[in-house]
């Protein structure tokens, strides 16, 4: 059974940047569509990032410039690196991985498409 652990995640002030990682068990990882998506308090779960098995990279347009993920087959991690942060980038930030459909190539942006999830890890930004 594939896992996911995100780490990385803190309290930091508004300007920094922060990174953070998601360690992916299982042997196929090199097949996996990732994402990252994030949850603020009273607010709906978002899309934040998504890599494909051939590193293609998607973006919510609004966070595109300031994030970026990236991935590392050799060590089964995905990252997500976030620059000059904002307090509204303030959340809940989960790593997903879509197992069932290796080398998937639709859309990336729906967490329907991802079938395993991490715990989460909680990013603050102070002002």
């Known amino acids: 059974q594939v896992q996911l652990m995100e780490s990385g995640g803190g309290l930091v002030q508004a300007g920094d940047s922060l990174r953070l990682s998601c360690a992916v068990s299982?042997?196929?990882?090199?097949?996996?569509?990732l994402g990252w998506f994030r949850q603020a308090p009273g607010q709906e779960r978002e899309f934040v990032a998504a890599?494909?098995?051939?590193?293609?990279?998607y973006y919510a347009p609004s966070l595109k410039g300031r994030f970026t993920i990236s991935r590392d087959n050799a060590n089964n991690t995905v990252f997500l690196e976030m620059n000059s942060l904002k307090p509204e980038d303030a959340a809940v930030y989960y790593c997903?991985?879509?197992?069932?459909?290796?080398?998937?190539?639709?859309?990336?942006?729906?967490?329907?498409?991802?079938?395993?999830w991490g715990q989460g890890t909680q990013v603050t930004v102070s002002s």
């Open positions: 997903a991985a879509n197992t069932r459909d290796t080398y998937y190539s639709g859309s990336y942006y729906s967490d329907e498409i991802y079938n395993v």
């Open positions: 299982g042997r196929h990882f090199r097949s996996y569509a």
């Open positions: 890599i494909s098995w051939d590193d293609s990279t």
